[in-house]
T-cell receptor, first 114, second 114 residues
């Protein structure tokens, strides 16, 4: 079983739709949970990060973590064509000091149609 | 502040050759991590360098190696190239390491092995 599983999609939605992106994980040592957005021909950029179970909101984006179920989600409200990108979940394991290691999901390709 | 730069952006090599990729981190960042991104495997961690020392290493064969210079610039080398090494190679820099909110990715080097 892979440490991080993410539905690869692709996902195609109309403009204004609510989008739900999800990842599951198996490693209980993961402490930080992140979502990255990657536009075509670009490197990933950090969208949001969370530490504890619960919800974190930033504008149209909400990150949700359920540590008991080992499940994280990213919700996008009022989706826009500019949200079209690949979304990657990532999880961080801490090894002491400033030593972390990131593990990524494979990414979900999202297309928002005008 | 300039972002992470990677050179070259595109590279075509043949099997058996070797290749060196370069990454210049954001000024002041001491940690550089390298990742391989493919459609099948997603984003996979290669290694991380911090203050010229390899601090973390992923599960890649010894053909993949790297180094970091005193100015924090990093190079990654792949020897005896195989067709399966065709991928987008990304580097990410951070102040201290692979923590949750500090990594900034470059645009990547697209390597094609023929």
């Amino acid at each position: 079983q892979k440490e991080v599983e993410q539905d690869p999609g692709p996902l195609s939605v109309p403009e204004g739709a609510i989008v739900s992106l999800n990842c599951t994980y198996s490693n209980s040592a993961f402490q930080y949970f992140m979502w990255y957005r990657q536009y075509s021909r670009k490197g990933p950029e950090l969208l949001m990060y969370t530490y504890s179970s619960g919800n974190k909101e930033d504008g149209r984006f909400t990150a949700q973590v359920d540590k008991s179920s080992k499940y994280i989600s990213l919700f996008i409200r009022d989706s826009q064509p500019s949200d079209s990108a690949t979304y990657l979940c990532a999880m961080s394991e801490y090894f002491g000091g400033s030593n972390y290691k990131l593990t990524f999901g494979k990414g979900t390709l999202l297309t928002v149609n005008p | 502040k300039a972002g992470v730069t990677q050179t070259p952006r595109y590279l075509i090599k043949t099997r058996g050759q070797q290749v060196t990729l370069s990454c210049s981190p954001i000024s002041g960042h001491r940690s550089v991590s390298w990742y391989q991104q493919t459609p099948g495997q997603g984003l996979q961690f290669l290694f991380e360098y911090f203050s010229e020392t390899q601090r973390n290493k992923g599960n890649f064969p010894g053909r993949f190696s790297g180094r970091q210079f005193s100015n924090s610039r990093s190079e990654m080398n792949v020897s005896t190239l195989e067709l399966g090494d065709s991928a987008l190679y990304l580097c990410a820099s951070s102040l201290a390491g692979q923590s949750y909110n500090e990594q900034f990715f470059g645009p990547g080097t697209r390597l094609t092995v023929l």
